[in-house]
């Protein structure tokens, strides 16, 4: 299998959709993905506790133990993380992780990115920079910022809700690690940001979004007589696990 830092450098941009659960990432797997990532947002939601704020530590951890045994690379937000966190998901079988600075002191998140890098050199560290994250973009404040990550010894690093062509190019141009942009639907395509340099591109909780929203559009069909899908995986299909070690 081609490792996992290696798939950013080779060929189209990594396409990595991030799952939430068991059954997210195994129908992804079987789709031919050879990496996905978590979505903290997702796995948070799903067991009904706040995103951002470490909450799901103990169900990040028991999911990545169970998406490990799928064959693919994985990749886990711990969000802002530890290094515990960051150890304990690369023993429980994570390839990487993202971890966020919530615009915090950049140095400090450099600093978690060394002692990350020291205790699990293996594991891909991608290093996410929230300067463009549900705020005003701060193009200055991203390149300072992205430029300290790599030099601490972040594998990638990651600005998600960059939109415009010239500020993804700007954040490209700068290190020589695989830069990650988030996608965003009817702003972004692959091709295009392939052509930007770009190396990763994520879908964050786009996919955890859509099936709610294809969840409750199901439901009212159903209630509504409407048209419902009749694609559908069959039962037997999704009653199943992960393989088995």
């Known amino acids: 299998m081609t490792s996992f830092a290696a798939l950013h450098r080779a060929g189209a941009p990594l396409v990595l959709p991030n799952a939430w659960d068991v059954a997210s990432a195994r129908f992804l797997a079987e789709a031919g993905f050879p990496a996905l990532g978590t979505t903290s947002l997702g ?15 103990a169900e990040t951890l028991r999911l990545t133990r169970s998406l490990a045994r799928l064959p693919v690379h994985l990749t886990v937000d711990i969000e802002a993380g530890s290094v515990d ?14 971890i966020e600075d919530g615009m915090g002191p ?6 978690l990115i060394r002692s990350v890098k020291r205790e699990v050199p293996h594991l891909f560290v991608n290093a ?4 463009h994250w549900q705020r005003p973009g701060d193009l200055t404040e991203a390149l300072r910022r992205i430029r300290c990550y790599a030099d601490a010894g972040a594998d990638g690093v990651f600005v998600p809700g960059l939109a415009e062509p010239a500020d993804i190019a700007a954040v490209v141009a700068p ?10 639907p009817g702003r972004h395509t692959v091709g295009a940001l392939a052509d930007l340099g770009v190396r990763r591109v994520s879908t964050g909780s786009l996919l ?3 099936a709610l929203a294809a969840a409750v559009e199901t439901a009212g069909a ?18 199943a696990g992960p393989p088995t070690e």
């Open 128 to 131: 996410r920079t929230d300067t």
């Open 222 to 239: 159903v209630r509504d007589g409407g048209a419902v899908r009749l694609d559908l995986p069959p039962y037997g299909q999704v009653n």
């Open 43 to 57: 796995v948070a939601a799903a067991h009904g506790r706040p995103d951002g704020i470490g909450a799901a530590e």
């Open 85 to 98: 966190a960051a150890v304990a998901v690369a023993e429980a079988g994570a390839a990487g992780v993202n």
């Open 175 to 184: 290190v020589d690690v695989p830069v990650n942009i988030l996608f965003l």
């Open 208 to 210: 955890f979004r859509a």
């Open 106 to 111: 950049a140095e400090a998140h450099a600093a």
